[in-house]
């Protein structure tokens, strides 16, 4: 399994931890700090690991969206963070085995990670340090006579008395690196104590390992061999009670197995026309010899152990492997050996599936690599297990099914081998190359681990789908009733004569008071239509400009027309001293009405058209049969499109709505983030262009059983 994107480079760390002290060290103290390092750094990647879904579920559970977006926006600040701070926190434990037992060390970590209650000391750093020392008493208590061994060990190696904190595996000490490599997360305290207890569980935990494994090192080359061992948890304990049991295989079905040999047999019959491709390279004198199932499984498994890595340039062609050891056999035994017609009918039938995945365009190539080492172990459980073929509910069959859904909505990225989910495949591929012999239990097993991955991750991203539906619904809703207003103030002013501070009054403060009531009650509501009538009624009685009968019945209109006003403004949180300005020029205004003359302060504007609105739209549009509109309006949701700027720049994602009535479509990556937005025609075009292509969400096995059939036919009818 490759893990050089997990595991930090140990000779990389010491080059820029102080080499000169470290040259100072005897030769099995690095060893010791070599092997905890490994330990450490998987410790800090299962951290990681699950960080994120603990947070993620803590978001899941927040009660308001400010809590809720912390705990997502620590999610973001540990991915891009992670790295360095796995670097500082290894680079914090080689410098204090470089200083180990040298005067002055705790200058350079501190020797306590622990603060007293005093004045000078905020309510979250003793909060964190109530946490640090309820974890430090918990090691202590648990390893502390194996960490008192080690120290003496120690000490007894460099020739002077150390304490337990001066011990660079010690709990204060690995919580010292912790925290120094924290210092850079900007999350708040709730979220560092969380990740403390995660440092617990995954890291300190397994301390009692950490110091087993030094002391047991130590003592075999002769240091303190007298100190008696202290008994150690098993490493895989934790991981063991984890595991969900296996399924248990279903009951045979007599029917079902006859309908298993007979679409094999049908399978059989197409495959005869490429039958006789897989054989040894001897003269045609050579007596054929059939090797039995048993012995084609032992040399597949043979051939299971030199399957190259994923970043092997390398074309693993089975067939011709095949070929290569069967000659080895042939020529050893003096027999050609062959492979009986079944075997090998499984054999280009397998070989034959995987060149379709490996050509697949809507597997990502960082995929297929990986995906390709798959092959030896696919091929001997369809060689001990025909169903295979015919059976969808087959464990080996679907987890590559399942491989292939997860695997198609992942974006094209440089640091892929670090992506969780490129992780997680690798790991299945890598257990089934290492252990996978004649037992197919084992696709049961990593078939239920790989489901429980993935629908987590889709409940999550369905979640984060979900959020993002709504807040483009809204905000579609805002904008369509945005407009609504819009267009009835501009119907009522366009074309009058009025005062600018009216004008303004309409336009910046009771527009916001529309806004609200056809948001909260719609346009037909009588609210909207209440309001509409109080701006009709302050449009009119600022139109008069004289007094007349018009103007009496002003009079006796006014005090519920100021009412109405004054309501709606308080109802949307308008500003007070903006109203209380508005209000005064407003009784001037009609003060003057009353006496029939004009205030000469009053500033007339006339409201005019806005000519580029009264303009045609130049949009271009497109015919309703046009072939590529059409194929837009094809898409559902949850269909997957890959839009592509050129061969290097390519984006996955998913349609999640289509938002009316700009008919926009919203597009997702595949943890349920928002990545493009494109209305219908945008679309269209892009098809146009070649920009974008629908991916094929059919299941991963299914198609390419598909198209090898559609193969097979077309080359038995040219035959």
Not at 353 to 361: C, P, Q, V
Request: charged residues 25%; aromatic residues 6%.
């Amino acid at each position: 399994m490759h893990n050089d994107a997990k595991v930090v480079p140990i000779n990389k760390i010491a080059a820029q931890a102080m080499p000169s002290p470290l040259a100072r060290l005897p030769v099995i103290v690095l060893q010791v700090r070599d092997k905890a390092t490994q330990q450490l750094d998987r410790g800090l990647q299962e951290l990681f690991d699950n960080a994120d879904d603990t947070l993620f579920e803590m978001a899941d559970k927040a009660r308001n969206n400010a809590d809720h977006n912390i705990f997502f926006e620590a999610m973001r600040d540990l991915r891009l963070k992670r790295k360095n701070f796995e670097r500082v926190f290894m680079e914090q434990l080689f410098a204090a085995f470089a200083n180990l037992g040298q005067a002055g060390q705790g200058e350079l970590l501190l020797p306590t990670v622990s603060y007293e209650a005093a004045p000078g000391v905020s309510a979250d750093d003793l909060e964190k340090a109530v946490a640090l020392e309820a974890m430090l008493d918990k090691v202590m208590h648990r390893d502390g006579l194996a960490l008192g061994q080690l120290t003496a060990r120690l000490g007894a190696l460099l020739g002077k008395r150390l304490d337990d904190r001066e011990n660079p595996l010690g709990p204060a000490m690995l919580c010292e690196y912790f925290l120094r490599a924290g210092r850079s997360l900007g999350v708040e305290i709730r979220v560092k104590l969380i990740i403390l207890k995660l440092f617990e569980k995954y890291v300190l935990s397994d301390a009692d390992l950490l110091y087993g494994e030094a002391n047991q090192l130590l003592a075999a080359t002769g240091v303190l061999p007298e100190l008696k061992a202290v008994p150690s948890r098993r490493s895989g304990e934790r991981a063991s009670s984890a595991r969900p049991p296996a399924e248990a295989p279903p009951a045979a079905d007599p029917q079902a197995d006859e309908a298993e040999q007979q679409v094999f047999a049908a399978l059989q019959e197409l495959l005869l026309t490429v039958r006789g491709s897989v054989a040894p390279t001897l003269e045609a004198s050579a007596q054929a010899q059939p090797i039995s199932t048993r012995d084609l499984l032992r040399l597949l498994s043979h051939l299971q152990q030199y399957v190259p890595e994923p970043a092997v340039e390398d074309d693993f062609d089975l067939r011709r492997q095949l070929e290569e050891l069967l000659t080895r056999v042939s020529v050893k035994s003096g027999k050609s050996r062959v492979v009986e017609d079944a075997d090998e009918d499984v054999i280009n039938l397998i070989a034959m599936l995987f060149e379709f995945i490996l050509d697949d365009r809507t597997l990502p190539d960082s995929f297929k690599a990986l995906i390709a080492r798959l092959q030896i172990p696919m091929l001997k459980v369809a060689v001990l297990d025909k169903s295979f073929f015919s059976r969808g509910s087959h464990p080996a069959r679907r987890l590559l099914n399942e491989i292939g859904a997860a695997a198609m909505g992942w974006g094209k990225r440089d640091d892929y081998q670090r992506d969780s989910l490129y992780l997680r495949i690798e790991q299945v591929v890598q257990r089934l190359l290492n252990d996978f012999v004649d037992d197919p239990a084992i696709f049961s097993v990593l078939l239920q681990e790989f489901t429980a991955y993935t629908q987590d991750e889709r409940r999550r991203s369905e979640l984060l789908e979900q959020r993002t539906r709504d807040a483009e619904e809204g905000r579609a809703r805002t904008e369509q009733a945005r407009q609504r207003v819009a267009d009835a103030v501009n119907q009522r002013l366009l074309g009058k004569v009025l005062p600018h501070f009216v004008v303004q009054f309409l336009q910046q403060a009771w527009s916001q008071v529309l806004l609200l009531e056809c948001l909260k009650h719609g346009q037909h509501s009588p609210q909207w239509q209440a309001r509409l009538r109080s701006m009709d009624e302050l449009i009119w009685s600022v139109s008069l400009s004289e007094h007349t009968e018009a103007g009496r019945r002003l009079l006796e209109q006014l005090p519920a027309l100021l009412k109405a006003l004054r309501e709606g403004l308080s109802e949307a949180a308008f500003d007070s001293f903006v109203t209380r300005e508005f209000f005064i020029q407003l009784q001037a205004l009609h003060t003057q009405a009353f006496q029939g003359t004009t205030l000469p302060s009053v500033a007339l504007v006339e409201v005019r058209g806005d000519a580029s609105a009264e303009m045609p739209s130049q949009a271009l549009s497109l015919a309703e049969d046009d072939p590529d509109l059409l194929k837009v309006r094809q898409l559902h949701i949850g269909s997957w499109v890959e839009f592509r700027e050129d061969e290097e720049n390519t984006l996955r994602c998913k349609l999640t709505a289509i938002i009316a009535p700009a008919n926009s479509y919203i597009f997702v990556n595949r943890t349920g983030l928002k990545v493009l937005e494109k209305t219908c025609t945008e679309l269209a075009l892009e098809f146009k262009r070649g920009g974008v292509r629908t991916l094929d969400d059919a299941l991963l096995f299914d198609r390419a059983l598909a198209s090898v059939i559609g193969n097979l036919r077309q080359l038995n009818r040219a035959k």
